[in-house]
């Protein structure tokens, strides 16, 4: 007893050394971010239901997360994995390092599995993930390996096409503008969601997996709250004008962020277009 109780108080000094240490001495960016999404509900398998939603796993494996076929005249068959049948064959270990490397522990890369976006998830949303993968039922076979039709093998040649294994080595440290410590919360949420197709500095494109063209995430500076919080809700944008793909990721995804974290994101959106134009 005496042993633990020593330990305990032992490691606690050692602790709050360290917590000076990182205060003073380590660089911002080389902490872990002590920000994670709000918990609505001490579940955690609840909490990992409400992140899949948010960052587009159920929405590309679908909602028992058994799969959907992407397969495409030209460019080739993909589905996107049946995870409940993947996590089965993996440890917990394995499975985050999956997610977070967007490659299987034999070395096989994933291909258009935005792991990139994952990189950075904290410890707590990623345990979440996983407990929520696991609570569904298992459901059919696991999908075929993706093979590639011209129009990809003509960028994959181009290196306009790369691998989610590719894309972690190039972008899974990157993270999108700094606007100062108060908006770190929000910067953590828009680099594992809006990055996805506005990119990781948030300029927005049209290449890449995402065909539609996006634009400039600054956009949303010019909002009003309100008009902002209704773009995120309902995909309904100011002047409402018709959107394609941001109005389906806004009804289906972001309708599930918190009123507060829908006012960090914008307020993290208008700080970004003040320092970085
Ligand atoms: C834009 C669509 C998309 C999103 C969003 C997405 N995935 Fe995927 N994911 C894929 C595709 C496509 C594959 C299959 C890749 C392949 O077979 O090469 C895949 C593969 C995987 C695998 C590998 C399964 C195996 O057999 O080893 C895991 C695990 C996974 N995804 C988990 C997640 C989780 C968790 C999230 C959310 C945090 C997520 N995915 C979000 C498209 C997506
Ligand atoms: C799946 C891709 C995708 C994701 C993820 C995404 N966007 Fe978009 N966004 C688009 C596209 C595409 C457009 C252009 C309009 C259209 O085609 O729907 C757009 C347009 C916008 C606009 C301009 C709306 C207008 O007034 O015309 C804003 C603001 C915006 N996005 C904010 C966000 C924010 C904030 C996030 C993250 C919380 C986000 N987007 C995530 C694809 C995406």
Request: glycine share 10%; with cysteine.
């Amino acid at each position: 007893m005496r042993g633990l109780a020593f330990s305990v108080r032992a490691s606690s000094v050692l602790a709050s050394t360290l917590a000076l240490l990182g205060a003073c001495g380590t660089p911002a960016e080389k902490r872990d971010p002590p920000v994670a999404f709000a918990k609505l509900s001490p579940d955690r398998v609840k909490h990992g239901e409400r992140l899949a939603i948010v960052l587009g796993c159920s929405g590309c494996h679908g909602k028992d997360l058994a799969g959907q076929d992407w397969s495409e005249d030209g460019y080739g068959r993909l589905w996107t994995a049946n995870l409940t049948v993947a996590a089965a064959g993996y440890s917990d270990a394995q499975l985050e390092s999956v997610i977070r490397s967007g490659k299987k522990p034999d070395g096989t890369p994933l291909w258009d599995m935005p792991s990139n976006l994952f990189t950075q998830l904290a410890d707590a949303d990623m345990a979440a993930l996983i407990a929520y993968i696991r609570s569904r039922p298992a459901k059919g076979a696991a999908h075929p390996p993706p093979t590639f039709g011209p129009i990809l093998k003509a960028e994959m040649a181009k290196g306009t096409y790369y691998s989610s294994a590719v894309k972690v080595e190039r972008e899974g440290k990157a993270w999108p503008p700094d606007a100062g410590p108060q908006h770190r919360l929000a910067r953590y949420m828009v680099r594992a969601t809006c990055a996805e197709c506005h990119e990781m500095n948030l300029r927005g494109g049209k290449s890449g997996p995402v065909k539609a063209e996006r634009p400039d995430i600054r956009i949303a500076a010019s909002y009003e709250s309100g008009d902002f919080a209704r773009l995120l809700r309902t995909g309904v944008p100011a002047g409402e004008r018709k959107l394609g793909l941001m109005g389906e990721v806004a009804r289906g995804r972001y309708s599930h962020f918190t009123d507060a974290e829908i006012a960090a994101i914008h307020a993290y959106l208008k700080a970004v277009a003040e320092r970085d134009p």
